[in-house]
């Protein structure tokens, strides 16, 4: 206080000895209007630097409430992907930063539609999805290269305005404003990954199909904000050394046979997956399928049940790889759509298995058929294929605690259901089939 009354001592003498000019209004001359200009003096003077000091840490109190730029990921990802050798920059992303943040969608309330793309929609498992999103009121984007799917699985969308179909192969960007990615697209039956597989060791080992197919589909969540869904399979699990397999094995997976580079591709892409979640807080989902059954596969895809089902339609001997004593089990496919929007549409990012936990081996597949179609179709049995998994189970105990879900519908009541779409499809009457055939 010592230094303020001196320094107010001060004014007042400035100010009782020196006149004022004339020039100014008597109104606005302030009392101790200093004599010096030191603006120094003249904020310790009437408190001012308090006043200055006070303001300062309002301004500061402000900003770090309320900061300008948004907080950025623990872990940086590329902002460029390379597709054939050529950087492709991803735009806008600085936009859609900042909606990083999880939109939860509550599940069991009444939902406005959402703009929902469907990778590999034209396929067996994508456009039974379709049907279902489309039924439940939702926009919904197929993109497709009809390596595997047909035109004629979704023939019967065509014309709703709520429907979109886009010849496009994943490897390449695309950018679509959406809500939810389900990337379905890969080819899954052993006979087309095996068939070309130096595309599809491109494909997934070297950033062609699955790993840039993933790629691209992560990227596209992460600039416009949308939930991701991958499909991998219980491929990933390999040969198994636990059975039934549950979501905590890690798999015994041969990284040089010829099936690897499908159970190698998936395992990359649910590791870019991760990374993304992790790395770009983008929202992601992870089902691994297990062998799904139902219209609309396609015939003489090398897949077990569809091989009995055509070949007994035709009155060929089924083909049993081995001893037929493998086993696999067998899920129905609108068993699993309705997995993929639980999973989709709930808080877990999973993995998840989602399959039917009903063991079969091959030689009771074969009975199965035969009771379904022909009692009398025969069996013929050739050597075992490279690396083909002893038993495959899914232990489900998971999606029933998290998801709420499990299989509904038995080999026995599914097959017929099958059966009489690939009847249409050997035997003609192909135009109506596919429309017909919905789970
Ligand atoms: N069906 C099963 O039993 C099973 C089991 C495990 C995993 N899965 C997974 O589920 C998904 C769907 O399987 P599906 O049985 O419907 O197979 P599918 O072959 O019938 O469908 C795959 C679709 O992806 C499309 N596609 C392939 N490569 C593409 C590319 N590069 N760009 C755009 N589209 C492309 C195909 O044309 C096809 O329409 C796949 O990712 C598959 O790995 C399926």
Redesign the pocket.
């Known amino acids: 206080m010592d230094s303020e009354l001196i320094h107010r001592n001060n004014t007042n003498t400035t100010q009782t000895t020196e006149p004022l000019p004339d020039h100014l209004p008597k109104h606005t001359v302030p009392h101790s209007l200093p004599k010096s200009t030191n603006p120094v003096h003249c904020l310790f003077r009437q408190q001012r630097l308090v006043c200055v000091l006070l303001g300062f840490s309002i301004a500061a109190l402000f900003f770090s409430t309320f900061p300008i730029s948004p907080p950025q990921p623990n872990h940086p990802i590329p902002d460029q992907i390379f597709v054939s050798g050529s950087p492709v920059a991803l735009n806008r992303r600085v936009l859609y930063e900042s909606q990083q943040k999880p939109v939860r969608i509550p599940t069991g309330l009444k939902r406005k539609s959402s703009r929902i793309l469907v990778?590999?929609?034209?396929?067996?498992?994508?456009?039974h999805l379709v049907d279902r999103l489309i039924a439940r009121g939702d926009n919904v984007i197929v993109?497709?290269?009809?390596?595997?799917?047909?035109k004629e699985?979704l023939l019967h969308h065509f014309g709703n305005p709520r429907f979109e179909l886009i010849r496009?192969?994943?490897?390449e960007p695309i950018l679509l404003e959406v809500d939810q990615i389900y990337?379905?697209?890969?080819?899954?039956?052993p006979v087309?990954y095996k068939f070309n597989p130096v595309k599809t060791i491109i494909?997934f080992l070297l950033y062609?199909?699955?790993v840039v197919?993933t790629l691209n589909m992560l990227g596209l969540a992460k600039r416009v904000g949308a939930r991701f869904l991958l499909?991998?399979?219980?491929?990933v699990y390999g040969d198994p050394l636990q059975h039934p397999q549950a979501e905590s094995y890690w798999g015994n997976v041969n990284p040089i046979g010829v099936r690897s580079c499908?159970d190698e591709g998936?395992r990359t892409a649910e590791t870019l997956t991760m990374d993304y979640h992790r790395g770009a807080g983008i929202e992601v989902r992870i089902a691994?399928?297990?062998?799904?059954?139902g219209p609309?596969?396609?015939i003489d895809?090398g897949?077990v049940v569809s091989n009995f089902v055509a070949q007994a339609l035709r009155k060929e001997p089924m083909t049993v790889y081995g001893d037929g004593k493998q086993t696999r089990s067998f899920?129905y496919?609108s068993d699993?759509v309705e997995g993929l929007m639980r999973l989709m549409e709930g808080e877990h990012v999973g993995p998840f298995n989602l399959g039917n936990p009903g063991e079969f081996t091959m030689l009771q597949l074969a009975e199965v058929v035969q009771e379904t179609i022909d009692p009398k179709a025969k069996i013929e049995f050739r050597p075992n294929t490279e690396d083909d998994p002893h038993m495959r189970k899914p232990d489900i105990t998971r999606a029933k605690e998290l998801l709420g879900w499990e299989p509904t519908v038995s080999l026995r009541k599914g097959l017929p259901l099958m059966v009489s779409d690939f009847r249409q499809r050997i035997f003609g009457d192909t135009a109506t089939s596919a429309s017909k055939s919905s789970a």
Request: include cysteine.
């Open positions: 990778t590999g929609g034209a396929g067996f498992v994508g456009s993109v497709d290269n009809f390596f595997t799917g047909r699985n496009h192969d994943v490897v990337h379905l697209a890969c080819p899954a039956s087309h494909s062609k199909t699955n197919g499909t991998s399979t219980s491929e499908y998936k691994r399928i297990f062998n799904t059954y609309r596969m396609c895809d897949r899920q496919v699993l």
